[in-house]
């Protein structure tokens, strides 16, 4: 968990528009763990926790991806959990999915208002007006 907030503390750090080359390797700034570390290694690394972390580290690994929404494809990641038991984890994820395409995060939120899950249902009603109202 210590390592996912250093994750997410140094992805504010990092200029974008540095990243925003697949090629490139930037360097995080005074944490030697992370020389070389490419921001697809950082998402992989990311996503791999939401997958195999217990519930707390998931959390906290989703919270990181939030961080990295600037320059990392992170509805992605938040696409593979929103079948996932853990009706925390399902929310999370369809806050994330806002962050990516409007139309696929459209989709996911309106078959969303038909989780099991009244808060899923309550939140997913709630990001769509968000994204009615948000300029496109």
Do not use: C, W
């Amino acid at each position: 968990v210590d390592t996912l907030r250093l994750l997410a503390e140094a992805s504010q750090e990092i200029p974008v528009t540095s990243l925003r080359d697949p090629g490139n390797k930037t360097r995080f700034p005074d944490n030697n763990i992370f020389d070389d570390l490419s921001v697809d290694e950082l998402l992989f690394t990311v996503a791999d926790v939401i997958r195999k972390g217990n519930q707390r580290e998931r959390l906290a690994a989703l919270s990181a991806l939030e961080e990295m929404h600037r320059f990392a494809p992170i509805s992605e990641v938040a696409f593979t959990v929103l079948d996932d038991p853990d009706p925390q984890i399902r929310m999370r994820a369809l806050e994330l999915l806002t962050y990516g395409d409007r139309n696929e995060a459209t989709t996911q939120l309106l078959i969303a208002l038909g989780d099991p899950d009244p808060g899923i249902s309550e939140l997913a009603e709630k990001l769509l007006i968000g994204l009615e109202e948000a300029p496109s």
